[in-house]
């Protein structure tokens, strides 16, 4: 059986759940406003093939890790090509929602900026904390059952992120922070709430194909899922995934890659 089955089947079910739950309980009611039925039936036909891209791009990248021989042929701009998919599946829905304003569609309002991106940078340092703790408790927990390789080798992609220059980092930091907080909390959280959008989030990044890296992209997007939740506000998510993403880049995984060497 071909490995792409299973993870397309669940593609399909993630799609007639939605849309059963649209026209039966009304899902997207409070927040989609479509001009005519014409328009919902499109959008379910874009949400369709948004899925099956996703889903097969985000499965073939964890079925076959990059290699250093990958990373070293690689071009650096083909690492955005899921975002680049994230940002014309919210263009799509947003033309076929008739046109809102960008702020209610992307919950990016106005009002007390300062606070929200202290808020953001609070959040983004108080994820990476929870973050280790959770590591460390389920590394101790993986250790003692024995489970754990007694010397990890870091996947290649942490030795080829740690050579990025500067502007490279900034980049990958700067893509994520708007991108995937757009898509996973401005548009998927509000209407399939804050677990569901989090399941998600992590399915999305199993390409890292690290069990206690993606334990830390769980935990901090149900940080910073909250923090949306409570805020009804892009500002301060967007700052915290950017506070986080950046100690990882910047720090965690340059000094983690010397003490390996």
């Known amino acids: 059986m071909s490995p792409f089955v299973l993870p397309l089947a669940f593609i399909a079910l993630l799609f007639a759940t939605l849309v059963f739950l649209n026209e039966r309980y009304g899902l997207f009611r409070a ?4 001009p005519a039925p014409a328009y919902k039936y499109a959008a379910y036909v874009w949400l369709a093939l948004f899925l099956l891209l996703l889903g097969y791009a985000i499965t073939a990248s964890a079925l076959q890790p990059a290699t250093a021989k990958d990373l070293a042929n690689v071009s650096f701009f083909s690492l955005f090509s899921l975002h680049i998919i994230l940002v014309l599946f919210l263009f799509g829905w947003w033309l076929l929602t008739g046109r809102p304003r960008l702020a209610e569609y992307l919950s990016v309002h ?8 202290m808020a953001g940078f609070a959040i983004g340092v108080a994820g990476w904390v929870i973050t280790i703790v959770m590591a ?5 927990i993986i250790s003692a059952a024995g489970l754990m390789p007694k010397a990890p080798e870091p996947p290649p992609m942490i030795a080829w992120m740690a050579a990025l220059p500067i502007w490279k980092k900034a980049l990958i930091v700067l893509s994520a922070m708007t991108v995937e907080e757009a898509f996973f909390r401005g548009w998927l959280q509000k209407r399939i709430g804050l677990i569901a959008s989090t399941i998600l989030f992590a399915l999305a990044h199993s390409g890292l194909g690290q069990p206690l890296l993606l334990i830390g992209v769980t935990m901090i997007s149900l940080v910073i899922g909250f923090a949306f939740y409570r805020t009804k506000n892009l500002l301060p998510g967007i700052i915290a995934h950017g506070v986080f993403d950046a100690i990882q880049l910047f720090v965690i995984i340059p000094i983690a890659f010397k003490t390996v060497l």
Request: net charge neutral.
């Open 110 to 117: 106005r009002g007390k900026s300062g606070e929200l991106v």
């Open 136 to 140: 460390v408790i389920v590394g101790l």
């Open 31 to 34: 927040v989609d406003h479509f």
